[in-house]
Antibody, heavy 120, light 106 residues
Framework: QVTLRESGPALVKPTQTLTLTCTFS??????????VSWIRQPPGKALEWLAR???????SYSPSLETRLTISKDTSKNQVVLRLTNVDPLDTATYYC????????????WGPGTLVTVSS | DIQMTQSPTTLSASVGDRVTITCRAS??????LAWYQQKAGKPPKLLIQ???NLESGVPSRFSGSGSGTEFTLTISSLQPDDFATYYC????????FGQGTKLEIK
C-alpha cells in the first residue's frame, strides 16, 4: 500500500524559509521511473504544481517559483524535502506531496496535505 | 507555460443527471491529460489519465475523452457521492491544472 504524509510548520513568518518533508512508504525512490512531486492549494483556490524529483535525482520546478524552490530526497529515510525561501502571505496554502511515475506522469497517490500559514 | 481552462466554473445538477465538464489547453497536449476529484478537506483523487483511461476502482459512470486541446469529463448518471470539485491537469510540458469545476446539488 502506497502512502505519503507531509510534515512541517503550520506557521511561518514572512521572509523566512519554509521546509516541508514528505515521508512515504510502499514504494522506493531508488526504483526506476518513480518520482515525487509537491503541489499546493491556497484556501478556496486551485491546485498549483511546484516541483518534482525523480529516482535518478533529476529535478524540475514551476517556472514562476523556480528561484525560490529546492527539492531533495533522502532515500534511506524514504523522504522528500521541499524548501521555499523568502515566503510571503501569498504562499499560505495546503501543501501536498504526491507520487507519480515517469511513465504515466499522473499523480496517482497523494498525502493528506499540510496547511501552512505565512503571517507575522 | 501551458494554460488549462475549465468550463463551467460551477455546475448545478441533480442525482441521475448526465453532466459534462470541458477542459481546454492553450496548446496541443496530445492525450497527456488527467482528471481529479476533490472533496472538501481532502486531497485530490485521480480518476482518469491519458485523457480516457479510467483508474482502477473508479466507477464506470465516469468517462473521459478528447485529444489535442479539448477534453471532456462525463458522468453518465450523477450519484450523491459525485458532488465535488473536479480538476483537469496536463502533463505534456511540466504540469498545470485547470481552475476547477464545482459540481453542486441543484
Amino acid at each position: 500500500q502506497v502512502t505519503l504524509r507531509e510534515s512541517g510548520p503550520a506557521l511561518v513568518k514572512p521572509t523566512q524559509t519554509l521546509t516541508l518533508t514528505c515521508t512515504f512508504s510502499g514504494f522506493s525512490l531508488t526504483t526506476s521511473k518513480m518520482c515525487v512531486s509537491w503541489i499546493r492549494q491556497p484556501p478556496g483556490k486551485a491546485l498549483e504544481w511546484l516541483a518534482r524529483i525523480d529516482w535518478d535525482d533529476d529535478t524540475s520546478y514551476s517556472p514562476s517559483l523556480e528561484t525560490r524552490l529546492t527539492i531533495s530526497k533522502d532515500t534511506s529515510k524514504n523522504q522528500v524535502v521541499l524548501r521555499l525561501t523568502n515566503v510571503d502571505p501569498l504562499d499560505t496554502a495546503t501543501y501536498y506531496c504526491a507520487r507519480l511515475t515517469a511513465v504515466s506522469h499522473a499523480f496517482d497517490t497523494w498525502g493528506p496535505g499540510t496547511l501552512v500559514t505565512v503571517s507575522s | 507555460d501551458i494554460q488549462m481552462t475549465q468550463s463551467p466554473t460551477t455546475l448545478s445538477a441533480s442525482v441521475g443527471d448526465r453532466v459534462t465538464i470541458t477542459c481546454r489547453a492553450s496548446q496541443s497536449i496530445s492525450s497527456w491529460l488527467a482528471w481529479y476529484q476533490q472533496k472538501a478537506g481532502k486531497p485530490p483523487k485521480l480518476l482518469i489519465q491519458m485523457a480516457s483511461n479510467l483508474e482502477s476502482g473508479v466507477p464506470s459512470r465516469f468517462s473521459g475523452s478528447g485529444s489535442g486541446t479539448e477534453f471532456t469529463l462525463t458522468i453518465s448518471s450523477l450519484q450523491p457521492d459525485d458532488f465535488a470539485t473536479y480538476y483537469c491537469q496536463q502533463y505534456f510540458s511540466r504540469y498545470s491544472f485547470g481552475q476547477g469545476t464545482k459540481l453542486e446539488i441543484k
